[in-house]
């Protein structure tokens, strides 16, 4: 089953300039994850927030969450290079395991 | 830690013949999770085990798959025999002892090309 489902597919945006993804989801969820992936590479881990958080911040990174939407955001301020890879968000089923997204492809051109 | 490491890192193939996976994830995790990536599925979770415990394996396509950890410190999957749709990459990832849904690390990935 796929809980989470990104929006746009892909991104292209130009170095320095700020990048958002958009994840929505369908049933009640504990956490909400975001992960990157680099091409080739397996995901890595960006950060976690939970249902009863509304934002957090990670360095250049600031997620938010509604629940009542079922949506959220993760944004990458001020964009580098390094930053172009594949974004997932992953939900949990009833904290039972991960359900990940189909992700967005994000480019960043110099 | 060197993380979770999986072997091979690209597998090439014949159909019909056997495939085995390996992984090895961080010490002290006990949750072990096997995913399957394909441009058209996207990620899915085949299966994963709780101290070396198959806990849910409604995600293995068919019986060709199968999965075992018999340590901590040691899975495999594998798949017998192979068809050219089994072609992918393949994730292991660990999980350290929490609720799940907790951050998931995840292995460099074993691509597999079934000819």
């Known amino acids: 089953s796929q809980q989470g489902e990104e929006d746009p597919q892909a991104l292209s945006i130009q170095e320095g300039e700020n990048a958002t993804m958009n994840c929505s989801y369908k049933?009640?969820?504990?956490?909400l994850q975001w992960y990157r992936q680099n091409s080739g590479r397996g995901l890595v881990h960006l950060i976690l927030?939970?249902?009863?958080?509304r934002e957090k911040h990670s360095g250049r990174l600031r997620v938010t969450l509604d629940t009542s939407k079922k949506s959220s955001s993760l944004l990458i301020t001020a964009s580098r290079a390094a930053d172009t890879a594949s974004y997932f968000c992953?939900?949990?089923?009833?904290?039972?395991?991960?359900?990940f997204g189909q992700g967005t492809r994000l480019t960043i051109n110099p | 830690d060197a993380g979770v490491i999986q072997s091979p890192r690209h597998e090439v193939t014949e159909m019909g013949q056997e495939v085995t996976l390996r992984c090895k994830p961080i010490?002290?995790?006990?949750?072990l999770f096997w995913y399957r990536q394909t441009m058209m599925r996207g990620l899915e979770l085949l299966i994963y085990?709780?101290?070396?415990?198959?806990?849910?394996d409604s995600g293995m396509p068919e019986d060709r798959f199968s999965a075992k950890m018999p340590n901590a410190s040691f899975s495999t999957l594998k798949i017998q025999p192979s068809e050219p749709r089994d072609s992918a990459v393949y994730f292991c990832?660990?999980?350290?002892?929490?609720?799940?849904?907790?951050?998931?690390?995840f292995g460099p990935g074993t691509r597999l090309l079934v000819l």
């Open positions: 927030i939970r249902s009863n958080e």
């Open positions: 010490s002290g995790h006990d949750y």
């Open positions: 992953a939900t949990d089923e009833g904290a039972q395991k991960l359900v």
């Open positions: 990832a660990s999980s350290p002892t929490l609720t799940l849904g907790e951050t998931q690390y």
């Open positions: 085990f709780n101290n070396n415990v198959p806990i849910d």
């Open positions: 049933t009640s969820i504990n956490n």
